[in-house]
Structure formats: structure tokens, C-alpha cells
């Protein structure tokens, strides 16, 4: 099984998504874990689905 390129890291207050190859972070700080957003980006990688995700989890943290 290969690493995942993507993964969620605890931060104060929240999650920050992790980039591996990029070894930076990607994203917002979420208040919930983005495990939706984190398969999205991990697998089919459909912009549609990504930009609606990241929406739902932007109007969580207000």
C-alpha cells in the first residue's frame, strides 16, 4: 500500500490538511476532521466535489 499524499494533523484548535509531497500544508484550519475532503483529494480528485466539500466544511467553522 502506498503512502497517502494527503492526510489530517492535529493542530491547536483544530485540523490542517498535510501535503506530503509538497511537505507543506494545503488548506484551512478545520474545526472537524475533513475526512470526506481527505478521500476526495487522496482518490478521484473530481474539482466539483472538492470545491463543494471545502465549502461544507469552510460554513462549519462560523
Known amino acids: 500500500m502506498s503512502r ?3 492526510v489530517a494533523r492535529g493542530v491547536p484548535g483544530g485540523y490542517r490538511v498535510w501535503d506530503n509531497k509538497a511537505r507543506r ?3 484551512d ?3 472537524l476532521c475533513p475526512d470526506e475532503l ?3 483529494l487522496n ?3 473530481d474539482y ?3 470545491t463543494a ?3 461544507t466544511y469552510r460554513a ?3
Open 29 to 31: 484550519r478545520y474545526e
Open 25 to 27: 500544508w494545503w488548506g
Open 38 to 40: 481527505l478521500d476526495e
Open 60 to 62: 462549519t467553522k462560523r
Open 48 to 50: 466539483g466535489r472538492i
Open 4 to 6: 497517502r499524499r494527503y
Open 43 to 45: 482518490g478521484a480528485r
Open 53 to 55: 466539500l471545502l465549502r
